[in-house]
């Protein structure tokens, strides 16, 4: 069956380190997202892709960095520019063809600060 | 610009009772929307759409919407609350004409977290 992957499922960040969060889709789908979550707060769009080798600022870019070298996938390095990295990710995909139109969500991963 | 919004951040419902849950949004065109379910650290999982092939919109889990142009809404009911009904829900709303750009991206209430109690 089609779907995302994210991995890990909890992440574990030192003060100054980077990680990456890892997002894979066999959807076929052309966008990809990072979303943000904090209790509360709903969902923040961190970056976005629309097609492969291109990707765009989301309304909370800042120290959060991605790639779209290939279709399926869409990591999010969350930098140490990043204050307050501590949250629950979530990747999306989305297709407006079909019937199957709109967004196909992750697992999520849980980044903590140690 | 769309915006969507959710009234009440945290509903609370005995089970077997009525559950609604409000979803107002902004939109020049007639929208796609949407709704989605949220249990404890898990994604999203889609529970129903507007299509415009009809109003009222069945979903999973017993769930139903009604999309009322008149009153730019799009609540989500269920007759008989359960146990496992509890989750936080998101409305999110996308223009059609837009797809490919910015303005195609889902735009999604600030949640509300549903209770139920035995």
């Known amino acids: 069956d089609g779907g995302i992957t994210q991995s890990p499922k909890y992440l574990f960040r030192k003060e100054g380190q980077n990680v990456t969060l890892s997002c894979e889709q066999n959807l076929n789908h052309d966008a990809m997202y990072w979303y943000r979550q904090d209790p509360g707060q709903g969902l923040r769009l961190i970056y976005y892709?629309?097609?492969?080798?291109?990707?765009q600022k989301g309304d909370i870019a800042e120290g959060y960095s991605v790639s779209r070298e290939k279709k399926e996938s869409f990591p999010l390095t969350v930098t140490s520019a990043q204050k307050n990295p501590t949250a629950f990710y979530l990747c999306?995909?989305?297709?407006?063809?079909?019937?199957?139109?709109?967004?196909?969500f992750g697992s999520g991963t849980r980044l903590t600060v140690v | 610009a769309q915006s969507v919004t959710q009234l009440g951040s945290h509903v609370s419902v005995s089970e077997g009772a009525l559950v609604l849950l409000r979803c107002n949004y902004s939109s020049s065109v007639p929208p796609y929307l949407f709704w989605y379910v949220q249990y404890p650290n898990q994604g999203l999982q889609l529970l129903l759409k507007?299509?415009?092939?009809?109003?009222l919109v069945k979903g999973i889990n017993g769930f139903e919407a009604e999309f009322k142009k008149s009153e730019t809404s799009f609540h989500l009911t269920k007759p008989s609350a359960h146990m496992s009904d509890a989750a936080e829900y998101f409305c999110?709303?996308?223009?059609?004409?837009?797809?490919?750009?910015?303005?195609?991206?889902?735009?999604f209430g600030k949640g509300t977290k549903l209770s139920v109690k035995p």
């Open positions: 892709s629309q097609i492969v080798n291109d990707f």
């Open positions: 999306a995909s989305s297709t407006w063809t079909g019937t199957n139109y709109g967004y196909t």
């Open positions: 999110a709303v996308s223009d059609p004409g837009n797809y490919g750009g910015s303005q195609g991206n889902l735009i």
């Open positions: 507007y299509t415009s092939a009809a109003t």
